[in-house]
């Protein structure tokens, strides 16, 4: 008896170590190895810069820039746009492009301007490279919308749940002066705080060609508001003239692609090309925009379309439909 004691006593005792040593490990045993404990802001930086120019670029250049603007027709679905109608198959547009904007680059762009704010990855530099994304994003909504949310914008995540909308006056004014702080930072930065090559998708650790961006894109935003306000733009403007701007190719802003459409970095026209062979999409030039190029004498007419079987440069007229503008030799 007394034996068969000693021995539930003995492995009650192993057991209780045992869990002992175990509670001590449980963080450790819990987390996997394989997987970061923290993100950098570089992974972040790249996916919002990636974003900025991506995010809604069909509606954006398509619905908006294209057929909202009557440069092209287009059939299937696509002709409700040319209707004037916010929704067609594939959901209300405008919508759509809202949301993808703040819940894409602007949502990536705010944790990185949290991230470079201060603790570990404090970053004056790349705080200011993350600004000016931020900048794209927001100047091109502010451009369809008008007064949208902004300065509580995509702050989600830090208990912001209803932004309040601002004044587009408001948000130019800000931008417009975010632009000139970060471009007296990366002035005065050394190539080693910026974001190097394998983080910036735009420059590749160019720090002079950022500075020539940052100072550009406030250049356009002041010429855009110059009629609004000419007392204020009119000075910043001169100010952006005597500060290096893109004036040559290879000082662009632009993002690589793969050649196909295999990988998260495929050229999104890609798709549209494919769309487009297959008649799944089907973009033609409008009536006034062509009727405009004819009256211009543009020598561009004859390097973008093709002329009918009458020997004329036709566009296709906002009423017609599919199998109408087929019937006139389109």
Same mark, same amino acid.
């Given at each position: 008896?007394? &034996?068969?004691?000693?021995?539930?006593?003995?492995?009650?005792?192993?057991?209780?170590?045992?869990?002992?040593?175990?509670?001590?490990?449980?963080?450790?045993?819990?987390?996997? =190895?394989? #997987?970061?404990?923290?993100? =950098?802001?570089?992974?972040?930086?790249?996916?919002?810069?990636?974003?900025?120019?991506?995010?809604?670029?069909?509606? $954006? #250049?398509?619905?908006?820039? +294209?057929?909202?603007?009557?440069?092209?027709?287009?059939?299937?679905?696509?002709?409700?746009?040319?209707?004037?109608?916010?929704? !067609? +198959?594939?959901?209300?547009?405008?919508?759509?492009?809202?949301?993808?904007? *703040?819940?894409?680059?602007?949502?990536?762009?705010?944790?990185?301007? #949290?991230?470079?704010?201060?603790?570990? @990855?404090?970053?004056?530099?790349? !705080? +200011?490279?993350?600004?000016?994304?931020?900048?794209?994003?927001?100047?091109?909504?502010?451009?369809?919308?008008?007064?949208?949310?902004?300065?509580?914008?995509? $702050?989600?995540?830090?208990?912001?749940?209803?932004? %309040? *909308?601002?004044?587009?006056?408001?948000?130019?004014?800000? $931008?417009?002066?975010?632009?000139?702080?970060?471009?007296?930072?990366?002035?005065?930065? &050394?190539?080693?705080?910026?974001?190097?090559?394998?983080?910036? =998708?735009?420059?590749?650790?160019?720090?002079?060609?950022?500075?020539?961006?940052?100072?550009?894109?406030?250049?356009?935003?002041?010429?855009?508001?110059?009629?609004?306000?000419?007392?204020?733009?009119?000075?910043?403007?001169?100010?952006?003239?005597?500060?290096?701007?893109?004036?040559?190719?290879?000082?662009?802003?632009?993002?690589? !692609?793969?050649?196909?459409?295999?990988?998260?970095?495929?050229? =999104?026209?890609?798709? %549209?090309?494919?769309?487009?062979?297959?008649?799944?999409?089907? $973009?033609?030039?409008?009536?006034? @925009?062509?009727?405009?190029?004819?009256?211009?004498?543009?020598?561009?007419?004859?390097?973008?379309?093709?002329?009918?079987?009458?020997?004329?440069?036709?566009?296709?007229?906002?009423?017609?439909?599919?199998?109408?503008?087929?019937?006139?030799?389109?």
């Amino acid at each position: 008896m007394i &034996s068969n004691k000693l021995n539930y006593v003995l492995i009650f005792v192993l057991a209780g170590l045992i869990f002992s040593a175990c509670d001590e490990r449980w963080e450790e045993m819990n987390n996997d =190895p394989g #997987q970061l404990e923290e993100l =950098p802001d570089g992974y972040l930086f790249t996916s919002a810069v990636r974003g900025a120019f991506r995010d809604g670029l069909n509606d $954006m #250049q398509l619905n908006f820039g +294209a057929q909202y603007a009557h440069i092209s027709i287009a059939d299937k679905f696509n002709r409700e746009i040319d209707k004037y109608s916010a929704t !067609h +198959a594939r959901g209300d547009v405008y919508e759509g492009l809202f949301k993808s904007i *703040y819940n894409g680059s602007i949502r990536l762009t705010n944790e990185v301007l #949290q991230i470079t704010s201060e603790g570990k @990855f404090a970053n004056p530099v790349r !705080h +200011a490279q993350a600004t000016t994304i931020a900048v794209v994003n927001f100047a091109k909504l502010t451009d369809l919308y008008g007064d949208i949310p902004y300065f509580e914008a995509g $702050m989600g995540k830090y208990g912001v749940l209803k932004p %309040k *909308y601002d004044r587009q006056e408001d948000i130019y004014a800000d $931008m417009v002066a975010k632009l000139k702080n970060c471009l007296d930072i990366l002035k005065a930065a &050394s190539v080693s705080e910026a974001y190097p090559a394998e983080f910036d =998708p735009l420059y590749g650790g160019d720090l002079d060609n950022w500075i020539r961006f940052t100072n550009s894109l406030r250049f356009r935003l002041a010429m855009r508001a110059r009629f609004a306000d000419p007392l204020k733009y009119e000075a910043i403007i001169a100010e952006t003239l005597n500060e290096p701007l893109i004036e040559e190719n290879n000082q662009s802003a632009t993002l690589e !692609h793969w050649d196909s459409n295999d990988g998260a970095l495929y050229n =999104p026209w890609f798709n %549209k090309i494919i769309d487009y062979d297959k008649g799944n999409l089907n $973009m033609l030039w409008s009536e006034k @925009f062509i009727n405009w190029l004819k009256s211009t004498n543009d020598p561009r007419l004859p390097l973008i379309s093709t002329k009918n079987n009458n020997n004329e440069y036709l566009g296709v007229c906002r009423t017609f439909n599919n199998s109408e503008s087929k019937k006139m030799g389109f």
